[in-house]
């Protein structure tokens, strides 16, 4: 069984089908119809819900952390032990939320299909902000599309939000929901069971191990950006999966003097600070990857795993020469991450073993990194090219150069043949064009809806060329770059 609560209200479901999704859970089950389908892809943000979890700050204190989530990309299982707010929940006492009235106010709703959505959205900017600041109102709202184009208004409106917020009934009853997912906390596996299709959620990387070893099959669910697609888009049932998001080891960023172990499980919202801190670039493309919905469900592990040609933080890794642990049984064995991918969709993860946590090295003064992503919109886009560069120069000459490209072929990869036009030679445009043109024998891109085969070419030449710009003049740094 698995077990949450819905506001206040402790919900215990045994059999319902793990393909559910918290949309259609809310809106079919529960008779909440305020959460809308506008896309069932995690693109429009008219399904945002939010998220309270237990979190322990650093000198030990428990206290709630609200997150906005997509819940037509969210599978009810990975509810479990968790509370979930829903637009219906924020009115209180015949008073409209804080939130709610700065949407009434300012005029934020115009045909209203979107407003719950962003209503939620601002529910979880206001939980948390402290003042209003037009960059985090930017950001909680970039997932959430207005079709009637009333963004001006709900800006104001979450101007107002964060300005003249005020306790309201989450506030007052925090200790007690504090206290009520303390006593819901998962203890032992948990499991949602339909009959036909199953959900496993185990709670510690050796239960994981013995689960996936009985169920090579089953599908293992993180934060299901990419996976639920397969139900919601293609309608292909998944029998079994196990869920990982409980898994408190595989969640941890831990630091060393010379590297950080990212668990798999880790979210990109969570992955931030600490890649931020390292790799300023790395972070700025973290804040471009998706919506905030999306990056506080989806998992640096999940975004390696699905082996996507173009997903989004393989390059930069590959190019700051990340490695992953992966686990069969007791088992681990250490994988450099640009071995792990092998043809389209293929990888060198071997049966029942999964990544349990990504090993990033330091940031180091004598490599200059860089990223940049070509999408055609600035927040919230698939990139056609997505590009990193780490180069060792001393004394004007290139000691080490490791350049990978994301949209440039079936699998995120190395340039082999533009990093030996590289190493040994003087750092020079000269030097630089003959890697550009060398570019063309490490990749064959493919022409598609996104860009064609020629401008992905030539964009990624272009990138290595602004690399070089921007280490010649370092006050010019537009780093992680969008061409429409």
């Known amino acids: 069984m698995i077990q949450f609560l819905l506001n206040q209200v402790l919900r215990t479901e045994h059999a319902l089908d793990p393909n559910l999704t918290v949309l259609n859970y809310l809106r079919e089950h529960l008779g909440k119809p305020g959460t809308k389908e506008g896309c069932a892809s995690g693109d429009c943000g008219a399904c945002t819900v939010v998220i309270g979890e237990l979190s322990t700050d650093n000198d030990g204190a428990e206290h709630l952390r609200y997150r906005s989530l997509n819940a037509c990309l969210t599978f009810v299982a990975s509810l479990h032990g968790k509370q979930l707010i829903c637009v219906e929940d924020l009115k209180h006492q015949g008073q409209l939320h804080s939130v709610q009235k700065a949407m009434v106010e300012c005029h934020g709703s115009q045909c209203g299909f979107c407003t719950p959505g962003f209503v939620m959205s601002l529910f979880a900017l206001q939980k948390n902000s402290n003042e209003a600041n037009a960059h985090q109102a930017h950001e909680a709202l970039a997932g959430n599309l207005c079709r009637c184009t009333g963004y001006r208004p709900i800006l104001a409106a979450a101007e107002q939000a964060c300005t003249q917020r005020e306790p309201d009934q989450f506030d007052q009853r925090q200790a007690e929901t504090i206290a009520r997912l303390r006593a819901i906390a998962p203890?032992?596996?948990?499991?949602?069971?339909?009959?036909?299709?199953?959900?496993?959620?185990?709670?510690?990387?050796?239960?994981?191990?013995?689960?996936?070893?009985?169920?090579?099959?089953?599908?293992?669910?993180?934060?299901?950006?990419?996976?639920?697609?397969?139900?919601?888009?293609?309608?292909?049932?998944?029998?079994?999966?196990?869920?990982?998001?409980?898994?408190?080891e595989m969640k941890r960023i831990e630091h060393f003097e010379d590297r950080l172990e990212i668990g798999a499980a880790t979210s990109l919202t969570d992955c931030y600070a600490a890649l931020t801190a390292e790799y300023p670039d790395f972070g700025e493309l973290l804040q471009r990857f998706a919506s905030l919905q999306i990056r506080n469900q989806g998992t640096l592990g999940g975004n390696i795993g699905n082996a996507s040609p173009i997903g989004d933080s393989p390059p930069l890794l590959i190019a700051l020469g990340a490695q992953i642990i992966l686990c069969k049984g007791d088992i681990r064995r250490t994988l450099a991450l640009e071995d792990y991918f092998i043809d389209y969709r293929v990888t060198a993860r071997q049966e029942s073993e999964f990544i349990e946590k990504i090993i990033v090295p330091k940031a180091n003064a004598r490599q200059a990194f860089r990223a940049y992503k070509v999408s055609k919109r600035l927040d919230d886009d698939i990139s056609a090219v997505c590009a990193a560069f780490r180069l060792h120069i001393e004394n004007g000459v290139i000691v080490d150069a490791r350049v990978a490209f994301g949209g440039m072929a079936a699998i995120p990869k190395r340039a082999a043949a533009c990093e030996h036009a590289l190493i040994g030679a003087p750092w020079t445009s000269a030097t630089v064009e003959r890697a550009c043109a060398a570019l063309a024998e490490d990749f064959t891109p493919l022409s598609d809806f996104r860009a064609s085969k020629e401008y992905r070419l030539l964009s990624a030449q272009n990138l290595l060329r602004k690399y070089f710009i921007e280490l010649q003049t370092p006050h010019i740094e537009t780093r992680v770059t969008s061409y429409v």
């Open 187 to 248: 203890k032992e596996t948990g499991e949602l069971n339909s009959g036909d299709k199953r959900c496993l959620i185990p709670l510690t990387v050796s239960d994981l191990a013995d689960l996936y070893d009985a169920y090579p099959q089953a599908r293992l669910l993180a934060g299901g950006t990419d996976l639920a697609l397969e139900v919601t888009q293609f309608h292909r049932p998944l029998p079994v999966m196990i869920y990982v998001g409980n898994i408190a």
